[in-house]
């Protein structure tokens, strides 16, 4: 379940946009998940110029089925590159936004349309369905006698 999986419809629908060097993709670890259990979706945002504080991504759908916690973290990426003896240098600054996605009830959820828009760049992520399901318990929990049984 803690895979990360490239979803061909987020691929396909999310995609990559590049307005002002910045590019936006997401990814989420699975489609299916059972009740308990938490499912990460991720939205990189890459810039070529630094930016402090970007805004969150916009997330619609049905949400009610989670409980929602959200992290983000800023790292860098260097490329140099020497062609024909001429040196390109590249700073790129990566946003990533993450919503950890907790399932609290069964059933089929639709998560997005996503988007992101900072500025002039505006770029639509797509969308697709989480399916929760109640697992029951574990054969080993129940061999366990209960308290006050003998």
Excluded at 66 to 89: L, P, Q
Excluded at 99 to 109: R, S
Excluded at 112 to 124: H, L, T, V
Aim: with cysteine.
């Amino acid at each position: 379940m803690h895979t990360v999986l490239k979803i061909i419809a987020f691929v396909t629908c999310f995609g990559f946009s590049n307005v002002m060097g910045m590019t936006a993709e997401a990814n989420i670890s699975s489609q299916q998940c059972g009740v308990g259990e938490t499912v990460q979706l991720v939205v990189k945002v890459t810039n070529q110029k630094e930016e402090k504080n970007l805004p969150w991504p916009t997330l619609h759908g049905d949400l009610s089925a989670f409980k929602i916690d959200k992290t983000s973290g800023v790292s860098t990426s260097s490329y140099t590159s020497i062609i024909n003896g001429k040196i390109t240098k590249r700073n790129d600054y990566v946003t990533q936004f993450t919503y950890n996605l907790k399932a609290i009830k069964p059933g089929t959820f639709k998560i997005g349309p996503i988007s992101y828009s900072y500025k002039r760049f505006n770029k639509q992520l797509g969308g697709t369905s989480i399916t929760v399901i109640f697992r029951g318990f574990d054969s080993a929990v129940s061999k366990v006698p209960l308290l006050g049984s003998k």
